[in-house]
């Protein structure tokens, strides 16, 4: 999708790229920049004040505030920085840790509520001028807590669709330690897969997590890359990667 470098609104500039945030993609789906990256001026007849970006996917967590959902001005280059939910337009906004934020979850959920029901959002600038921007965003609400402790019906008649991720079986559980493994470069081996589950899990009576695989397989890296050896789900490295990973409250 394009998205424009900035907004120009009654002489105010409103920055709306990210180089953190936004993804570039390639101008044509054959054939891709040297760098790999997306060539912001291979096409000459496109016009260069929009840049082609792959549909962003923008999470935030407990550092979110009210204020972050509101333009941000900057004193000394005189211009204003996007909002989250405005560099997300196109794409999907997750609040992660949802109930965790420094501000109260009810006074961040009333600050949806038009957006959502609309489908635009109203952003003030420092003059105290109030603009509005489409609010084309799937917007995630991700929690461990409650939600009839963090939300009342009203709103949550709002959120569509409730969705309940429990805990993985077995086999989820050895699908997703696969492919983490895969991906983070870490000599997969089922046998290593059967013995941590053995002694760490079922002798334990410990419940299996979607985010353990991830975070023991970093175990794995952190100690392999200190005692210069290749990561393996050898029976010492698991133990070692446990060892320091779980806590037994």
């Known amino acids: 999708m394009y998205i424009p470098y900035a907004l120009y609104l009654d002489g105010q500039v409103i920055k709306v790229y990210d180089q953190v945030s936004h993804t570039l993609a390639p101008e044509s789906d054959g054939a891709s920049s040297a760098s790999g990256t997306g060539n912001l001026r291979a096409n000459p007849r496109r016009d260069p004040r929009w840049v082609k970006i792959r549909r962003p996917f923008i999470v935030t967590g407990g550092e979110l505030t009210l204020e ?13 920085e996007a909002p989250f939910q405005v560099k997300a337009n196109g794409g999907i906004l997750l609040i992660d840790d949802f109930g965790r934020q ?3 979850p009810r006074d961040l959920l009333n600050r949806w509520i038009v957006p959502l029901e609309n489908r635009v959002d109203f952003l ?5 001028r109030k603009v ?29 669709h409730k969705i309940e991720i429990g805990d993985p079986s077995y086999e989820e559980y050895r699908e997703i330690f696969k492919r983490v493994a895969q991906g983070k470069k870490v000599e997969y081996s089922d046998q290593g897969l059967a013995y941590l589950l053995q002694e760490w899990y079922i002798k334990r009576n410990r419940k ?26 050898s029976r010492e490295m698991l133990d070692r990667a446990a060892k320091a990973y779980f806590v037994d409250i």
């Open 124 to 128: 003030t600038l420092h003059n105290g």
């Open 102 to 104: 420094q501000v109260r």
């Open 132 to 160: 509005e921007v489409p609010f084309d965003v799937l917007i995630v609400f991700s929690t461990n807590l409650p939600p009839k402790d963090l939300v009342d019906e009203a709103f949550l008649r709002r959120l569509r």
């Open 208 to 233: 299996l997590r979607a985010s353990h695989p991830r975070d023991l397989c970093d175990q794995i890296l952190d100690i392999s890359g200190y005692l210069a050896v290749p990561p393996t789900m």
């Open 68 to 80: 972050g959902l509101d333009l941000v001005y900057d004193d000394v280059h005189k211009f204003y």
